[in-house]
């Protein structure tokens, strides 16, 4: 998923969390195992909706709307456009020349005006590529909340956010007992992962709230991903009946991460290492390029002739270098432009 340009205010432990996302969503499709008990990928991308919740709502919250709110909406689409087209869509000509039997004209129409996850709702199925749904969810994400921040007072947006973290987990159950086990609308909507959007826009609303308090409130946020990981915990061990509250989980651990990885000695060492925080930097690449690569269609005949461990290695270098090669030639060249840009 897209990292912000690099600012007065980064927070560079956040890349490192991309990265620990971006490979559990990687092994979930490189090695089928990895995910057989529990869907580890999918609480890679709650990862990724967290972060994206607090990075988006964080910039949005410092604009300075008194130019004209038209100016600024213009100014944060441009800008997200940036960031996400180039890769995305040169993705999908990967996918048109790699594997032309495996796509149609209709189904990439649906993709590139990213209602992936809407086209695999109508189908009740998993349409290839089936990784792009997150896309469309964020692209969805990205339309409607600067509305949400700009045309809303401060009280009615803080209420939205805590509306959203019951909402959704709720869609999740009523969604998929309403249209009789229709797990792509139940779990692959925007309002069914607003519950870790709004979790990180939360988050963003009392930043600095959280950082002035002191040591008090840092301390409670150490029981957020202790609390966050019993739930897990509870989700797994349940297997069904709680399975809609793992998004919810995987966000309450998020958030302690990221507010413990900017504060505390232990974790933050961990976070700030090199090899995580570069793999975080070209992750929404590596994410692009991950299922492309390393999963579908070859790799069912490629896992059968190399054993896991090789193959899993080989899926990774060969993810790698095409993520560089796309952060170095094409994302960066419009990250410059993205970043003459001023919300």
Known sequence: MPRPGAGQDYRPEIDSLR?????????????PRFARFHNWGMDGVYVFFVISGFVITRGLLRVDVSRGVGRSLKSFYARRALRIWPAYYCSMAMICVLFPRDVSMRTMAWHAVFCSNILMSIKRAFVFPVHYWSISV?????????????????????RLCVALLFLAPASRVLLD???????????????????????????????QRIASAGKGARRAFTLLPSAGAVLFLAVLA???????????????????????????EPLKGVLMNGATRGLGRISYGF???????????WADRAEKAVPPGPFVLLCFALTLAASLVSWYALEKPFLRWKNRLTL
């Open 177 to 207: 007992h309403a249209t009789g086990g229709n797990f792509q609308l139940a779990y692959y909507s925007l309002v069914s992962n607003a519950d870790c959007l709004a979790a990180g826009a939360a988050y963003a609303l009392y930043e």
């Open 238 to 264: 349940a297997h069904g009946p709680l399975d809609s509250l793992e998004g919810t989980a995987v966000a309450m651990i998020a958030l302690g991460l990221i507010e413990l990885g900017h504060t505390w």
């Open 19 to 31: 990265a620990y996302a971006a490979i559990l969503v990687a092994l979930s499709h490189w090695y």
């Open 287 to 297: 994410y692009l390029y991950q299922f492309i690569l390393g999963s579908y269609p």
């Open 138 to 158: 964020e692209e969805q994400f990205y339309l409607l909340w600067p509305l949400a921040v700009f045309f809303t007072s401060r009280r009615s947006f803080e």
